[in-house]
């Protein structure tokens, strides 16, 4: 209904992991049926109920990871939200990465840098604005929550948390959340606003600063084939006529002092271990 690929992002875990645990709640659609009909051994379905009255700053997406969460038993927890795919040419490096930082318990996490596909699977987007890298590994030996679905926190004692010392996993997210169709979108964005205490605008691809697109010229997930074909049927085009926001001047000069200095202006939820 939402136009996630969450069958496609789970299928790209599957052969990193000795099991996959998918939390899902009630839906409209045949959200559960589709991860049955996947019919994989390490495949664990846990089925939760939502707190509809949660609605502050999304923080019931974090009550969901969690859950998920906390039902991982291996030494790392891979974590992957519904539009996020693994890309099999970087299996290798994860799993390398994992038996590196293993016995080095001052690595909590690994960090993946991120391709966030945007309008068709021929561009992508780069801007302070969208974070470029994050924890996406965990280690199970942690106390460590998620305040919303995107992050983590590690709890230093039981009133004070802090982001996850973290080392470079040599591996990419490719999220192709902003490629579902239009209609799709709108929808989502709706259906959303509600956890997050607000009444959001539809989205509009074309509504888009031009100078943070990049033309990708990768390869995509082989899993992702199918989905795209399916997905992507026209060319994006960004709106000539677009008024930059304050926002967007602000992230121009960011990458614009990036260029000169060298340097990632994005906020990160980690701490990188060098």
Same mark, same amino acid.
């Given at each position: 209904?939402?136009?996630?690929?969450?069958?496609?992002?789970?299928?790209?875990?599957?052969?990193?992991?000795?099991?996959?645990?998918?939390?899902?709640?009630?839906?409209?659609?045949?959200?559960?049926?589709?991860?049955?009909?996947?019919?994989?051994?390490?495949?664990?379905?846990?089925?939760?109920?939502?707190?509809?009255?949660?609605?502050?700053?999304?923080?019931?997406?974090?009550?969901?990871?969690?859950?998920?969460?906390?039902?991982?038993?291996?030494?790392?927890?891979?974590?992957?939200?519904?539009?996020?795919?693994?890309?099999?040419?970087?299996?290798?490096?994860?799993?390398?990465?994992?038996?590196?930082?293993? /016995? =080095?318990? $001052?690595?909590?996490?690994?960090?993946?840098?991120?391709?966030?596909?945007?309008?068709? +699977?021929?561009? &992508? !987007?780069?801007?302070?604005?969208?974070?470029?890298?994050?924890?996406?590994?965990?280690?199970?030996?942690?106390?460590?929550?998620?305040?919303?679905?995107?992050?983590?926190?590690?709890?230093? /004692? =039981?009133? $004070?948390?802090?982001?996850?010392?973290?080392?470079?996993?040599?591996?990419?997210?490719? +999220?192709?959340? &902003? !490629?579902?169709?239009?209609?799709?979108?709108?929808?989502?964005?709706?259906?959303?606003?509600?956890?997050?205490?607000?009444?959001?605008?539809?989205?509009?691809?074309?509504?888009?600063?031009?100078?943070?697109? $990049?033309?990708?010229?990768?390869?995509?997930?082989?899993?992702?084939?199918?989905?795209?074909?399916?997905?992507?049927?026209?060319?994006?085009?960004?709106?000539?006529?677009?008024?930059?926001?304050?926002?967007?001047?602000?992230?121009?000069?960011?990458?614009?002092?990036?260029?000169?200095?060298?340097?990632?202006?994005?906020?990160?939820?980690?701490?990188?271990?060098?």
């Amino acid at each position: 209904m939402l136009g996630y690929p969450f069958v496609e992002s789970i299928s790209s875990a599957l052969p990193l992991c000795d099991e996959f645990i998918v939390n899902v709640g009630d839906s409209e659609d045949d959200t559960l049926n589709m991860v049955k009909q996947m019919q994989s051994p390490k495949i664990r379905i846990i089925q939760s109920q939502w707190n509809e009255r949660m609605t502050t700053k999304g923080y019931v997406y974090g009550q969901q990871k969690s859950i998920a969460h906390f039902n991982c038993s291996g030494d790392w927890a891979l974590y992957l939200e519904g539009d996020e795919v693994l890309h099999e040419d970087d299996l290798p490096r994860v799993r390398a990465s994992m038996e590196k930082y293993l /016995s =080095n318990g $001052r690595v909590e996490a690994l960090v993946f840098d991120y391709i966030h596909l945007y309008g068709d +699977h021929l561009t &992508y !987007v780069s801007s302070p604005a969208w974070y470029r890298k994050e924890v996406r590994v965990i280690r199970n030996t942690v106390r460590a929550y998620s305040p919303d679905g995107l992050y983590f926190v590690v709890l230093t /004692s =039981n009133k $004070r948390g802090r982001y996850p010392y973290a080392a470079p996993s040599g591996a990419r997210i490719y +999220h192709y959340g &902003y !490629v579902r169709k239009q209609e799709q979108m709108t929808e989502k964005v709706r259906r959303v606003g509600k956890y997050w205490g607000s009444s959001p605008d539809p989205k509009d691809y074309s509504k888009i600063d031009p100078y943070i697109l $990049r033309e990708f010229r990768g390869s995509h997930p082989s899993v992702m084939q199918e989905w795209l074909a399916r997905n992507v049927t026209s060319v994006f085009k960004a709106d000539p006529d677009y008024k930059l926001t304050l926002r967007d001047k602000k992230h121009r000069l960011a990458m614009r002092i990036e260029g000169l200095l060298g340097i990632d202006t994005t906020h990160k939820h980690f701490r990188l271990v060098t």
